[in-house]
Each structure stands twice: as C-alpha cells, then as structure tokens.
C-alpha cells in the first residue's frame, strides 16, 4: 500500500483531482503512441486509428482510475485511522486486479462505442464479437492498462515516500535547531550572571544598576527567542540591550555602533544569531585589552546575500583561542548550517585598517521568510 503523504510537501500540492486529470492526460498521451504504433505496423489509417486510441485510451482510464477511487473509498468507509485515510487513493492489488480487468472491458466497450459514432465506422467490440476474439482484444487492452496502472502506482509511491523522506529531515533540522538554541541561552545568562557576581562583591550598585539591565533584556529575549524568524532591526534591538548591559560593568571601555539600512530593517532572520559574535567580540577582544575598545554591527546587501558584519577593535585574532575550541563561533556555524546549508557562511578575517581586531561576517540569503 502506498505510505502516508505529507500533504504540506511541494512534491505533493497538487489536488487529488488535479493528479486525476495529469493522469488521463498521460493516459491520452499513451493513445497518441498507441496509434502511430499501429499506423506504421499495419499501414492503417492514422486519422481513423488515431480515434480509436483516444476515445478507448480515455475511457479505460476513466473507468480503471475512477474505478479505484471508488473502491479504495468503500473499503476505508470507516476508518478513522489517518494513515489508512492517507491510502485512501489504493485499495490493494487484489482489488485493483478486478478493477483493472473490469474497467478495460466496460472502458474498451464504451471507448469503441464513441469511436464508432465519430467516425461512422462499425468496428465490433466486446460484446458482438466471437468469444476467441472478444479474449483477443482483452488481452491486447489489459496489457497498457495494466501497465500503466503499474507505473502511475509506482511513480505515486515513490513521490510519497520521498514526501516523508523530505518531512523527517525537516523535523529533525527543526528539532536541533530548537537544541541549538536551548544550549545558547543558558551560555549567555551564566556569562552574565558570573559578571555579576563579581561587580555585587565590587561595586554593589552598578551591580543593582545590572540586575535592572538584566531583566529587561531577558523580558525581552525571552519573547523574541521564542520564534523562528524575527525582523532584523529586532535582532539590533536585542544587541543594543545586551551591549548596554555590558556596559554597566565595563563603563566607557566599551563603546558600540549599528549599522541598520532602512531597506533591511523588516529582513527576517533567526532570533539570537549574532548574541554569540558580540559575546565573543567582549570576551576575547575587548576584555583582555585595557583600554577596551569598539564593537560594529552592520548589516548590507551583497548581491543576493544579506550580509552581517560584527567587527570589534580588541586584541585581534591572533590572541585568542582556537576557532573549534569556542562555544560561540561552532553554535552559530552549526544554527546556519541547520537553516540555510550551504547558502549560509561565518567567515572571520583581520580589518583591513589600522585598528586591528577582528572582523566576524555572517552571510545569509536574502529570501529567508
């Protein structure tokens, strides 16, 4: 039987009735060959056969597919089971063998029963024929109707299965894509949190004044972490809260700027996904330098890519820990690679000018509702 579709799949948004039709069409298309077969074998009139071939290629296709739609939905009358609703389009080859047998000889009577009327000719059919040749042109029809029952069989299962094949992938990217995101934030709250411990032994009040900060930015990300796309100019918001929350313990050693164009600001892209790059930027680049420095986050377009650059003027690259050694920088690889594959990149590079640090660019393509 043919397995349960994923009716959101693209493979599979054509209507029951649509793939109905596709399939007289194809149906008629077999008629079309059928004719010009017997025109070149048997030097027969290619008009006159070619009639035939429709009008019995249609009518056995009406009643062989028709036929197994009404059957498939009396046996599945009462099942409420939705894997069985799914196989409502296939009976079983048990059933389908008399429904095969049944449409030919009705389709091939009422085909040649037309063919005869358009065409003014009296070609005999099943019915007033001797029986060895009634058997003849039974057997001469069953063969493409059973082989053409056979192959759209075929090809529908195949569609399906891959339908399914495509639906489990989706899930399981879905699934650790929810992972990645359950490991980011816990990483970004105990960073800030261990920051605050130090400031309430140190300096209670901008300790306090980072607590205030601290809520208001988890009110806030909380919310926007639970999607799975938000704005562009949200993903800046939740930048800007968290960078003047750092600022509370690292005062003026810490200085930020944003880049937005108007044009990219309702760009969608997933929630948190440039947190762990200015977490980084703090932690290896500005942290360890005493004077601090600057953090930039731009967005552009590059073609037919949104490009983010987040670019601090810290210690460089050269100082800091290896690449797969960081928690950041592999989250954000594996977050792209889960939504994008290979549409998506992070790249990190050395600024082209004098103030040194490090340059972190995210590209992303632009369609990504």
């Given at each position: 039987?043919i397995?349960?579709?994923?009716a959101?799949?693209?493979?599979?948004?054509?209507t029951?009735?649509a793939r109905?039709?596709?399939?007289g069409?194809?149906?008629?298309a077999?008629?079309?060959l059928?004719a010009?077969y017997?025109?070149?074998?048997f030097n027969h009139?290619f008009?006159?056969?070619l009639?035939?071939?429709?009008?019995?290629?249609a009518?056995?296709?009406?009643?062989?597919?028709?036929g197994?739609?009404?059957?498939?939905?009396?046996?599945?009358?009462?099942?409420?089971?939705?894997?069985?609703q799914a196989?409502?389009?296939w009976?079983?080859?048990?059933?389908?063998?008399?429904?095969?047998?049944?449409?030919?000889?009705?389709g091939y009577?009422?085909?040649?029963?037309?063919?005869?009327w358009?065409?003014?000719?009296?070609?005999?059919?099943l019915?007033?024929s001797?029986?060895r040749q009634?058997?003849?042109?039974?057997?001469?029809?069953l063969?493409p109707?059973?082989?053409i029952?056979?192959?759209?069989?075929?090809r529908?299962?195949i569609?399906?299965?891959q339908?399914?094949?495509?639906?489990a992938q989706?899930?399981?990217?879905e699934?650790?894509?929810?992972?990645?995101?359950?490991?980011?934030?816990?990483?970004?709250?105990?960073?800030?949190?261990?920051?605050?411990r130090?400031?309430?032994?140190?300096?209670p009040?901008?300790?306090?004044?980072?607590?205030?900060?601290?809520i208001?930015?988890?009110?806030?990300?909380l919310s926007?972490?639970r999607?799975?796309?938000h704005?562009?100019?949200?993903e800046f918001?939740?930048?800007?809260?968290?960078?003047?929350?750092?600022?509370?313990?690292?005062?003026?050693?810490?200085?930020?700027?944003?880049g937005?164009?108007?044009?990219?600001?309702?760009?969608?892209?997933?929630?948190?996904?440039?947190?762990?790059?200015?977490?980084?930027?703090?932690k290896?680049?500005l942290?360890?330098?005493v004077?601090?420095g600057?953090?930039?986050?731009?967005?552009?377009?590059v073609?037919?890519?949104?490009v983010?650059?987040?670019?601090d003027?810290?210690?460089?690259r050269?100082?800091?820990?290896?690449?797969?050694?960081?928690?950041?920088?592999a989250q954000v690889?594996?977050?792209?690679?889960?939504?994008?594959?290979?549409r998506?990149?992070?790249?990190?590079?050395?600024?082209?000018?004098?103030?040194?640090?490090?340059?972190?660019?995210?590209?992303?393509?632009?369609?990504?509702?």
């Amino acid at each position: 039987m043919i397995p349960p579709v994923d009716a959101t799949s693209p493979n599979n948004r054509a209507t029951p009735s649509a793939r109905f039709l596709l399939r007289g069409l194809k149906s008629l298309a077999l008629g079309v060959l059928i004719a010009v077969y017997l025109t070149i074998a048997f030097n027969h009139s290619f008009w006159s056969t070619l009639v035939y071939a429709l009008c019995i290629s249609a009518a056995c296709w009406f009643c062989i597919d028709g036929g197994r739609v009404a059957v498939a939905r009396w046996k599945y009358r009462r099942t409420t089971d939705r894997d069985a609703q799914a196989r409502n389009d296939w009976p079983g080859w048990p059933w389908m063998a008399v429904v095969v047998v049944l449409g030919t000889m009705v389709g091939y009577s009422a085909g040649n029963a037309l063919a005869n009327w358009i065409t003014g000719y009296s070609s005999p059919g099943l019915i007033d024929s001797s029986l060895r040749q009634a058997l003849a042109l039974l057997i001469v029809a069953l063969i493409p109707g059973a082989g053409i029952t056979y192959v759209f069989y075929s090809r529908e299962r195949i569609a399906a299965t891959q339908a399914q094949a495509q639906a489990a992938q989706r899930q399981a990217a879905e699934n650790q894509l929810k992972l990645l995101e359950s490991q980011l934030e816990p990483h970004m709250l105990f960073n800030t949190l261990a920051n605050l411990r130090v400031l309430i032994g140190s300096d209670p009040p901008r300790a306090q004044a980072m607590l205030d900060r601290l809520i208001a930015f988890l009110r806030a990300t909380l919310s926007a972490s639970r999607v799975g796309r938000h704005p562009l100019s949200a993903e800046f918001a939740r930048l800007n809260d968290y960078l003047e929350l750092m600022r509370v313990r690292m005062g003026d050693r810490l200085q930020y700027r944003f880049g937005l164009p108007d044009d990219l600001a309702d760009m969608p892209v997933p929630p948190l996904l440039l947190q762990p790059l200015v977490e980084n930027c703090i932690k290896h680049g500005l942290e360890p330098q005493v004077g601090g420095g600057r953090i930039e986050v731009t967005a552009l377009r590059v073609g037919s890519q949104l490009v983010l650059r987040v670019r601090d003027t810290g210690t460089g690259r050269s100082t800091r820990e290896p690449e797969g050694t960081q928690f950041g920088l592999a989250q954000v690889r594996e977050r792209l690679a889960t939504l994008y594959g290979p549409r998506a990149s992070l790249e990190l590079a050395e600024p082209d000018d004098a103030e040194g640090g490090t340059l972190a660019s995210v590209r992303l393509p632009l369609n990504t509702a």
